[in-house]
């Protein structure tokens, strides 16, 4: 959600800083600009739409400088349009500033500035910040900035430049949305997500909330908003830049589906020891203690992460005999869910800075309970607050719908419910050692799912002009169901619903004819005779049944108008193996609509605001 660069050092800027724009399209952007200082001269170019717009108005008016910040925007206060887009600039056009987050009193603030004579061009509530620093006269910017930012309310980063100090970057952060400082390039630079800065450097430096970051060239120096120096403290980013390439194939999203093999494996690496007798690490969730000691589990996430959660509920009260809650994030920090020491709360984030993840997370801390993440990104802001961490070392993903964060969310989940159920005395080590050398399997099941392919294309031909669907599951399989609904209207526009099987009597039964395809999730598993059932009801009322079955199950071919034969998978593997058939379905529906599939419309990758 939104994305913001700077740069000052030897190099032309311009090109550096669309380049750096380029690598933070995924995160969903509805427009862009820059503001570049030449000398004593600030120049600001901004389109909106796509990247190539930004571009298309350099070229027709091009600037050079060795100093500028660079955003994508993702639209929040007023529509995507040329006026609204960042960069934005004061009266004199003098100061630019561009901004992740919402200021929540820029209402006020906009009066108040307004009546003293300030003229806004915008609908948007970054305009007051340069507007605010603007009224403060003839201050230095750090100090300037340093005095607005105190004004200000709501979770936010920025950046800003001065046409009277132009050699300077002043940044600061507060709340949710990140910011990152490095050198490399020839200089120092400013990014909002590190993928910007692979190319350049892997070392890194990651501000805090309340804290300030001065860029000029040469030096990077730290400073909390109340002026205390700070020391530098460097982050080593273990990303490659190739991984954020699509090596040859068309999309992200298919290149990151193909890559669930490797990342699931790397997941698990760090979790599990099968030279131990029980096959697990010690500690490498939260303490054994820790684990030990939970009366009961808070699991919680936003969309994709949630349904991870959801599955994990299935998993941990089988095998750790512990009641678990799930709830949404941005729910469950509003409604006092009742917490205490006895609580471990599992927050579950792909970025590490999804706001309502965090806001929950603090929430939590605040109540005394203990707090695991689960999170693809060291050194996020997830990663930082909670008490211990399992990362989920997928690499960079670049596609706007998850598909590798989702399924070593689920590895990992699966290894904790393991280490729970050892810490609590309800599994022995043959059975914890059983367990994870099925999990050990997952990365070879889950490649022979990427075998589904060609079948799933050919389905996908059959729905891709259909207008609803319908993905129904038991068990540990509705929230895939609910995942796959998620991947199909995500990226395809096409209204889907995920239900229980055992729900569809009670209300979706009445979508059922002749033209709606259903897709169920009927794994030789426990519940097997359940779905198949659940299959002879939608039948009976001329349903398009395209079924998930184990590879070999002729019972459900002789019901199904269409299977997708999958891998035979242990039960704590089958979730895995069962999300590749429905993200590939996903992908290729919305292929054939000729849909945006790494950046399908209104989305965004991280949710860095309420």
Known sequence: ???IVGYVGEKDAAPLLIESLKRLEYRGYDSSGLAVLDGGRLEVRRRAGKIVNLERALMEDPVQAHVGIGHTRWAT???SSDANAHPHTDCARSLA???NGIIENHARLRRELEQAGHVFTSSTDTEVIVHLIESLGDLPLEDAAARAVARLHGAFALALVSAREPDVIVAARNGGAPLIVASGAGGE???????AL???TRAVQILEDGEMAVLS?????LRTFTGRALPARTVHVDWDANDAEKDGYPHFMLKEIHEQPRAIGMTM????????EDGLRPDACLDAATLARARRLLLIGCGTSWHAALAAKYMIEALGRIPVEVDVASESRYRRPVLDGDTVVVAISQSGETADTLGAVRGARAAGAAVLAICNVAGSSLAREADAVVHTRSGPEIGVASTKAFTSQLAALAVLAVHLGRARGTLSAVEGRALVEALAEAPRLVRAALDTDKCVEGIARLIYESTSCLYLGRGINVPLALEGALKLKEISYIHAEGYAAGEMKHGPIALIDGTLPVVVLAPRDDLYDKM???IEEVKARYGVVIALATEGDDAIGERADHVIPCPAAPAIVQPMVLAVPLQLLAYHTAVLRHCDVDQPRNLAKSVTVE
């Open 1 to 3: 959600m939104c994305g």
């Open 217 to 221: 060239p040469g030096r990077i120096r």
């Open 77 to 79: 206060h007023g529509p």
């Open 532 to 534: 198949v059932g659940c």
């Open 189 to 195: 630079l400013l990014a909002s997500d590190v993928s």
């Open 269 to 276: 690496a760090p979790l599990i020891d099968l030279s131990r």
């Open 97 to 99: 500033v561009v901004h």
């Open 198 to 200: 692979l190319t350049y």
